[in-house]
């Protein structure tokens, strides 16, 4: 069995090449955009998400010419949002993965039409692979994962909470409403890198159950994470500015409950998602790359 990193490393690289293959920097003056965008979605990044739903399929025996083009679509969907919530207008941050964020590097408007590309990009990658001739998986279960991908990017998940939060900006959420928030914000994009591998495989429904209790907990695990980060890292093991949560007066899982609480629902929340795993490997899967996740959550430095 490959160990978490060394896995993890792997998927990580397959994933910066396929991400440059999909996105090629053409001629022209249009190509300006095409550069920001591809200064985002290259610059570095854990690959978590991609990485996630390449492993996923794996467990199911997908091969990755069925689970790459979701991959690369949700890492570009991931990428824009980043690239989005940067903006003046939203987070207004100046560091993003240790490099000026894209309306830094380039200029605000560009910085826009790159996070629109990138959408875009995202699902014509979807509708290209859709319309491939069935293979290991049929067309009609590729349309069901893609719809997924785009429920969990929309209103209903990734979008929704980035509203949401904009809201709380104003008003200081409690806890069930954080959690909530951060349910659709964060942890709709991860729970996508789990269900669309299992829209794919169509495998027992009680086995879609569990991955559903572990994404939940992983993306809870995976936010407090961010939250207890930003109070205590630094500027260089972040790559990001550190400290910005307090600064904005925005309610996170440290202001609310403080380090040493927040750090007990870290490890609790990694405790729920490792015990979801074993109906997976009760079915005969092998969910080793999820229960290295757990352990790297509460052991990460950025």
């Not at 467990?59 to 690369?72: D, K």
């Not at 003046?88 to 560009?110: F, I, K, V």
């Amino acid at each position: 069995m490959t160990a978490f990193p060394d896995s993890f490393s792997s998927l990580r690289r397959e994933m910066d090449q396929a991400l440059s293959d999909v996105l090629p920097l053409p001629a022209g003056p249009e190509s300006r955009v095409v550069e920001a965008a591809r200064y985002s979605l290259l610059g570095g990044g854990k690959r978590l998400r991609p990485s996630l739903l390449l492993a996923t399929g794996d467990m199911f025996g997908l091969p990755h010419t069925e689970t790459l083009p979701f991959a690369c679509a949700l890492e570009m969907i991931h990428t824009y949002s980043l690239i989005h919530d940067d903006l003046p207008c939203m987070d207004d941050d100046d560091l993003r993965r240790g490099r000026p964020t894209c309306h830094r590097q380039y200029d605000e408007a560009t910085a826009v039409l790159a996070g629109d590309l990138l959408l875009n990009a995202a699902f014509e990658i979807l509708l290209a692979h859709c319309a491939q001739p069935d293979g290991t998986v049929g067309w009609q279960a590729r349309v069901h994962a893609a719809r997924r991908m785009a429920r969990k990017a929309g209103i209903e998940g990734m979008i929704g909470g980035q509203a949401v939060d904009m809201q709380y900006e104003q008003t200081p959420a409690d806890e069930t409403s954080l959690r909530r928030m951060h349910r659709m914000k964060t942890g709709a994009l991860l729970e996508a890198a789990m269900l669309v591998p299992a829209d794919l495989a169509a495998p027992d429904p009680v086995l879609v159950a569990s991955l559903e209790t572990y994404a939940d907990q992983v993306g809870l695990a995976f936010q407090i994470g961010d939250d207890l980060l930003d109070a205590t890292a630094t500027a260089d093991q972040l790559g990001k500015t550190p400290g910005k949560d307090a600064r904005d007066h925005k309610s996170t899982y440290v202001s609310l409950l403080g380090l040493h609480e927040a750090e007990k629902r870290l490890r609790e929340a990694c405790e729920r998602s490792a015990a979801a795993l074993g109906t997976l490997a009760g079915a005969g899967l092998d969910p080793a790359f999820l229960e290295g996740l757990t352990v790297f959550l509460t052991e990460r430095e950025s």
